[in-house]
């Protein structure tokens, strides 16, 4: 079994990527080889897996969680400096910050590319509690 730290982890689309700590290269993870239930999967989980190799690359299967991430070397939020705590936003307020933010970014972008991408940010700003529901 190899241990590693979730680097990233898509779970609309059911992938993501772990980093193994014997160092090399990024391992790919699948939904259908987790051994537990997906929205568990975040950056800075800890995972132990059996190594495969496929036609693309290194790939994790049998993926179980060995830790939980933590806020900060362990830390709770409750532990966390006050200035490390976020707000969690309101959809209204959310959308506004989003699209000053793409409008100062790139003035040249169109309405529609704004929708689309406020839309996607909202998905993941909710995904992860930034953002009221």
Avoid: C
């Avoid at 290194?58 to 830790?67: C, E, L, M, Y």
Wanted: glycine share 6%; aromatic share 6%; proline share 4%.
């Amino acid at each position: 079994m190899v241990t590693g730290k979730v680097v990233r982890f898509d779970e609309i689309r059911g992938y993501g990527f772990v980093a193994p700590e014997v160092g090399g290269e990024d391992v790919f993870i699948h939904v259908n080889d987790l051994t537990f239930d997906k929205r568990l999967v975040a950056p800075g989980v800890v995972v132990e897996f059996d190594l495969e190799e496929s036609d693309r690359g290194p790939k994790a299967s049998n993926v179980r969680i060995v830790r939980q991430a933590s806020a900060q070397a362990g830390e709770t939020a409750a532990q966390l400096p006050e200035e490390e705590l976020f707000d969690v936003l309101s959809a209204k307020e959310f959308h506004e910050l989003i699209t000053e933010s793409l409008l100062s970014a790139s003035p040249t972008m169109t309405a529609e590319q704004i929708l689309q991408v406020r839309q996607k940010l909202t998905q993941v700003a909710v995904r992860h509690g930034w953002v009221e529901a």
